[in-house]
């Protein structure tokens, strides 16, 4: 892989690449934008190499102009993945401009004639977009028509979802490798705003992403004031978070954990005469397509949601995202507050914390492999004498389509299935008790390591240090200095940490015995926080990793001894 310094001149395009002047001629003539950011044309000259690219950067910084422009250029059509219905409508909706190409849309909510119609469009050239969901691209007619329409660009948004590291995990997510080999590997750009770096390795992984471009830009939205609030009682924090939204500017989010949470806040607020709106995957389709358009038209809405809002929404004027709870981890809270202050103005990002709050991200974490349900995904599998689609075997063992995705998704990685172009087979040579019990290993290591999240979140809500800091170390990125924009470094416990002073700069790759490799994400005066890739995150306590030479450098010779851990 590689990473790029988007901040860096011009490069000389190489054998194949369009030059920035291409670029930017079509984003003026097609789309009317005056210009573009570097990261942009960095991504997109990769692109037009053919490079597999992965993109990290904030919400706002424009990543869909990275496969419109060079759509365009391209020949063949482009294939957007994006996980909601709502998104899919509203990216197509976005291709506006002097000469946009059309665009056409696939999805569950639309008939089988206006489907049929959207791949004929693809097909003749009528169309230049076509937007779906990763759940179409488990079937094999829908493969097939994309392999008639001959693709020349696969595109996958909000690619955090493809990680079970990711927030938003969705099981056809991890189908997308099948899917991009399946039409002969064109060009895959994969897209996100939020992506820690064991998440960017396991999206290039789940993708099959070859010779990847790596192009990163900050994760620092300077504009955001971030601050905790903590509270004693479930009571007191119930009516701090409704008079704290009441005094809030809106337009606004308020997140909760809970479908009943999430109805009882919108309520009380609604009360108190505010204009607000319950908001999660328990309404009907055309509920939450009624909140979600009068959020976008609103300047006085604020929406009370579990975390199924927010996915790419593009509304510049949010200014403040409130918290009535912990996140299961920072990954999730970093793309959740990102939603405000995209128009460059102050956004304040508030999470109340409780400890007790804790339980339900850690119960979500932490829940039990289901090895019952693994071995009749396994044993339906290997009783049959020809492959069967992800569909039929739900209805076969009267089981629901995600769950049998996620038992399927595991016993592929241990080895035990593989994807052809009618469906799933199971490998004669695998017993099934063996691929269940690595598949049940390979869920089991997951869990510990989702965990760790959990615990980072702790640490953000509970640090004295500055939470900018905190937040950007979680992302690998070093600030020496306070931000003097968030609660800690108003009370004046944040202070300076200089680059280098422990001796395990930021990025540096480590060992240790007892949990191996990792990279070191933040330095502090008395600790640092280690990434490894078997175990997650370690806050390792600097006073006894000197004492028992614990730690030593990649590449240096040390002894380690057992792990010391605050």
């Known amino acids: 892989m590689v990473a790029h310094d988007t901040a860096a001149p011009p490069r000389t395009a190489a054998a194949g690449e369009r030059t920035w002047p291409d670029l930017r001629s079509v984003a003026a003539e097609q789309y009317g934008w005056d210009e573009l950011r570097p990261i942009q044309v960095d991504a997109m000259n990769q692109v037009m190499a053919g490079r597999d690219t992965l993109v990290v950067a904030p919400t706002g910084s424009g990543k869909s102009a990275v496969y419109q422009v060079p759509a365009v250029l391209l020949d063949g059509p482009t294939l957007v993945v994006s ?12 291709l506006a401009g002097p000469r946009a190409p059309e665009a056409e849309v ?47 660009l696969f595109v996958v948004d909000e690619a955090h979802c493809v990680s079970t590291w990711g927030h938003d995990f969705r099981p056809d997510y991890l189908r997308l490798g099948d899917a991009v080999e399946r039409l002969g590997h064109p060009t895959v750009l994969a897209l996100t705003a939020t992506a820690a770096p064991p998440v960017r390795h396991d999206i290039v992984a789940r993708l099959r992403l070859r010779d990847p471009a790596v192009v990163v830009g900050g994760f620092d939205r300077p504009n955001i004031w971030l601050g905790v609030i903590r509270q004693q009682t479930e009571h007191d924090k119930r009516r701090a978070v409704i008079q704290r939204v009441r005094e809030e500017e809106p337009p606004g989010l308020l997140y909760v954990q809970t479908r009943r949470e999430a109805e009882d806040y919108a309520q009380a607020l609604r009360q108190d005469g505010v204009r607000a709106w319950a908001y999660h ?27 199924a809002f927010g996915m790419g929404i593009d509304k510049p004027d949010v200014r403040f995202v409130v918290h009535a709870g912990v996140v299961e981890s920072l990954d999730a809270y970093y793309q959740q507050i990102g939603r405000g202050g995209r128009d460059g103005g102050t956004a304040r990002a508030i999470m109340f914390y409780r400890p007790e709050d804790l339980r339900l991200p850690r119960f979500f974490a932490s829940g039990t492999i289901d090895e019952t ?37 595991l016993l592929q990685q241990s080895g035990a299935i593989t994807v052809r172009r009618q469906g799933l087979a199971w490998q004669r ?138």
């Open 373 to 409: 349900m693994l071995a009749q995904v396994a044993t339906a599998l290997r009783q049959r004498d020809r492959p069967l689609p992800i569909a039929e075997l739900a209805t076969a063992l009267q089981l629901t389509r995600a769950r049998v995705t996620r038992a399927v998704n």
């Open 429 to 566: 040579s695998t017993e099934v008790d063996a691929a269940v019990a690595a598949a049940a290993g390979t869920a089991a290591q997951r869990r510990r390591i989702e965990q760790t999240r959990v615990e980072m979140m702790r640490g953000y809500a509970e640090t004295d240090a500055c939470r900018r800091q905190f937040l950007l170390g979680y992302f690998g990125e070093d600030r020496p200095e306070p931000c003097g924009f968030c609660d800690t470094c108003a009370a004046g416990t944040a202070g300076s940490l200089p680059a280098g002073r422990t001796g395990f700069p930021v990025q540096a790759r480590v060992q240790h015995a007892g949990w191996g490799a990792g990279t070191v994400m933040r330095e502090e005066d008395d600790r640092i926080t280690v990434l490894f890739e078997e175990s997650g995150y370690r806050i390792l306590s600097l006073r006894a990793v000197a004492e028992g030479n614990l730690l030593r450098l990649a590449g240096q010779v040390g002894s380690t001894g057992a792990p010391a851990v605050r």
């Open 106 to 152: 696939v999805n569950s909510t639309r008939s089988e004639r206006e489907n049929s119609a959207a791949f004929e469009a693809l097909r003749s050239g009528d169309a230049e977009f076509l937007f779906l969901a990763p759940e179409q691209l488990s079937r094999p007619d829908v493969i097939d028509e994309l392999v008639a329409a001959r693709p020349s």
């Open 83 to 94: 996980p909601l219905v709502a998104l899919q409508r509203d990216q197509a909706r976005s």
């Open 281 to 307: 995957a328990g309404l009907k389709a055309a509920e939450r397509a009624e909140v979600h358009d009068a959020f976008l038209s609103s300047d006085r809405a604020v929406v009370v949601a579990t975390s």
